[in-house]
Each structure stands twice: as structure tokens, then as C-alpha cells.
């Protein structure tokens, strides 16, 4: 798995998922693009995809495209409507895209395929600008969005990523 951090500057939504789609099946790799702030830190990531595909590994997965399986992972949310809230949209915003070859059996191969993507995704028109969006986490965005109240963070030495985490593991337990 590799991250690309990066502002986007959106003007057509449907394409833009298009254009990821394309670059997807042209280096055999899955792509999925979140809003920086709903993100708490690339292990939060890590995380939902190896939730995601152990579930398609099972055959308990929730949705047909595992790009949109790691999302719901990542949202802590079995409806893909609620999880796209996670997602980006029209206009500018910080983000940071997922990018992952699977398990191809060859290392080498899926670390280049993933490489390759994303050389093409900086490239991309909707990419403004690639810098640091995880840095500092959008804990009042990540507190409401994974319906983390004040009185629990006081009840816990656990920090928000930490939180954060387990939604995405509740998530298995929920199915």
C-alpha cells in the first residue's frame, strides 16, 4: 500500500472517478481517494484494508469493488451511502489517496505497479498540489464522524487514533 497526500481541486466529480478507474485498471491496482480530514493516520488505512480484504477472502464481503469495500472498512460503516460522506467531492480539498496492488505473488511487481499509479495520479488535473495532509488529524471532524463523544476520550488513556481504529475494527464485529 502507498499514499499519495495531496490537494484536489475538483470540478466534475463523475469524472474524476473516472479518471481514477482508468488509472486502476491500467496498473492493476486498487484506488481509493478520502478526504484528509476523516482520516486519522496511515495506519487507520493499513488497517481498513486489511480488514477489507480478509472479508473478501472470506466471502463476507459488503460490496462487489474492494476499492469501495476498503472504504466502508475505513468509515466504520456498512452502508456505502454513509461511507462516501469519507470520500471526496467537488471543489478543493485536502486529501490522501490509497494505492494498492493486492496480493500479485510477486512483491517487486506490485510495488512497481503501485509506483506506476501513482506517477500517474500526480499528473492527473484534478491534482493540485502533493504535501503532507495527515500530519496534524481533524479531531473535531474525526470525533463527530466516528461519533466519538468527550465523555469517552476522558474515560481513556487511548488516543484518538487509537478510537478511530476501533470503529474500523467494530465494523467486523457489527456484520
Do not use: W
Not at 466504520?76 to 470520500?87: F, H, K, P, S, T
Not at 517487486?108 to 501513482?118: D, F, N, P, R, V
Not at 488529524?137 to 488513556?157: H, K, V
Not at 487514533?161 to 467494530?170: C, P
Amino acid at each position: 500500500m502507498q499514499l499519495l497526500e495531496c490537494t484536489l481541486e475538483i470540478d466534475d466529480i463523475d469524472s474524476f472517478v473516472s479518471q481514477l478507474g482508468e488509472v486502476s485498471d491500467r496498473h492493476d491496482v486498487t484506488i481509493q481517494a478520502f478526504d484528509a480530514r476523516y482520516v486519522a493516520d496511515r495506519t487507520h488505512l493499513e488497517h481498513a484494508l486489511e480488514l477489507a480484504d480478509r472479508a473478501i477472502d472470506r466471502g463476507e464481503n459488503i460490496a462487489r469493488d474492494r476499492a469501495v469495500e476498503i472504504l466502508l472498512y475505513a468509515a466504520g460503516r456498512r452502508q456505502i451511502d454513509d461511507a462516501l460522506e469519507m470520500g471526496v467531492g467537488e471543489g478543493r480539498q485536502r486529501a490522501v489517496m490509497l494505492v494498492d496492488g493486492g496480493s500479485t505473488g510477486n512483491e517487486g511487481g506490485q510495488e512497481s505497479s503501485e509506483a506506476a499509479a501513482l506517477e500517474t495520479l500526480v499528473e492527473l488535473e484534478a491534482v493540485v498540489d502533493t504535501e503532507p495532509t495527515l500530519e496534524s488529524p481533524a479531531e473535531e471532524t474525526l470525533c463527530s464522524f466516528f461519533e466519538i463523544t468527550d465523555a469517552e476520550r476522558e474515560a481513556t488513556d487511548a488516543s484518538l487514533v487509537a478510537l478511530v481504529r476501533e470503529r474500523v475494527a467494530l465494523l467486523e464485529v457489527d456484520k
